[in-house]
DNA sequence: ATTTTTTCTCGTACATGTACGATACACTGT
DNA sequence: ACAGTGTATCGTACATGTACGAGAAAAAAT
């Protein structure tokens, strides 16, 4: 397919939001969290103040986008922690996993803290594990799990219940600073290793059915 | 200690509080969460908006309070669900709590997921135990469960990891409405038993020490 | 080439949270 | 009783997110 004018100009608006994107990354950096607000990244760019809203839908847009951004980075980070023994492995989503969020807490916050029933124009809840290339790996590595015969039991489900503990654990943390959990890195390992723990000696069933011991 | 005039005031001001604290919750109920601002407390109770400042440092303030409202109405619920097994006094805890956080997304977000960094004055971390009493039958339960031999380890600790499974899962049900978990009832049982068959299989060693497993 | 339609850009306006400071009232010490 | 001191109330002002729609620019149609 040629480059017809259509596609031309959707690039060249995908470039400008990515300019966009790129600039709103370095206020953060540069005033902090709140220090992000519309008119200014408008004016860092040259534009006008409401021709923001024509790359983005809203401020949660933008956010994000942001979002998004630094996800491609957790999942590199995932890729350079791997290891031979699938559990092995499958820790290291974990304490990387963690590692993003309290480093990260805002766009932590922003990705799993904030509603989301306005997904941002187009996307459908897959998109939490599809195109969340974290999730993605989250998924794949307790499949491999299963397939050694470490775990049993639907991938799918046992990845949610991870999900739920890890989530729980590190928006605790990043909520409540100052209540006594310890060291962090050590509060996430126990968490991991126990549920780690209770998934491999039992079979876990898919969500929708109803829990082993009722 | 009779009743001096310095004493009659702060009496006054914490019923004129309490009547704003109200015309919030109600506000909140007919309007939704965002339908609570400070113009509109204040032109129902016939204040100016800026008075509102007079009894609440800032917004944030207001919604701590309806949400202290609202757990010693969780409080008051598990107290009305006990049992005989100390394990099945526990669990109540974990299903009135998932109950209240599901019924009053609102109130669960306000007080568990937003950042609390800057306490409503005067304000320990040890009231996020001690002064709620919800946080307060869960420890006590734990206890309950430990000294029957149902559980063995820190009190405190189990009911820490306790809290963080339970916000983990309830939180995302709450953030993420349209992924498949299932029927949301099912997956907090099924995550809080999961939690009780290790924790009841494991010693819990104290928050501040490393992990068992590492 | 001219007209029509669509799309892009952005100026204005409004509701919001809240900082600052003025005004009026209540209380206190003399 | 009276001046002084604090405190409750609230008017004004500012930055913010964003709804609405006007104007300009581009594309398409004739």
Redesign the interface.
């Known amino acids: 397919m040629p480059p017809s004018v259509q596609t031309r100009r959707e690039k060249q608006k995908a470039e400008q939001r990515s300019e966009l994107v790129a600039a709103a990354h370095k206020l953060v950096q540069e005033e902090g969290y709140e220090g992000l607000t519309i008119r200014k990244l408008a004016k860092r760019v040259g534009y006008a103040p409401m021709s923001v809203y024509s790359y983005f839908a809203d401020k949660q847009d933008i956010l994000f986008a942001l979002a998004e951004d630094a996800f491609e980075t957790l999942a590199r980070r995932i890729e350079e922690h791997s290891s031979d023994d699938p559990i092995e492995a499958l820790q290291a989503v974990m304490t990387e996993y963690a590692a993003f969020g309290l480093g990260n807490p805002n766009e932590y ?1 922003t990705v ?6 306005k997904l941002p124009e187009g996307r459908s ?1 897959e998109d ?1 594990e599809e195109g969340n290339p974290a999730m993605k790996a989250l998924i794949s590595r307790v499949e491999a799990c299963v397939a050694a015969g470490k775990l049993q039991g639907d991938p799918r489900a046992i990845a ?2 991870l ?7 590190i ?2 943390l ?10 962090p890195q ?2 996430v ?3 991991c ?3 780690l ?3 491999s000696t ?1 079979n876990v069933p ?9």
Chains 1, 2 share one sequence.
């Open positions: 916050r799993f803290m904030t509603e989301k029933t809840y939490m949610t219940m999900w739920a503990v890890g989530h729980g654990t928006s605790l990043i909520t409540f600073p100052f209540y006594p959990f310890g060291d050590a509060f390992k126990r968490m290793d126990f549920t723990a209770t998934l039992q898919p969500l929708t059915e109803t829990p082993v011991n009722c």
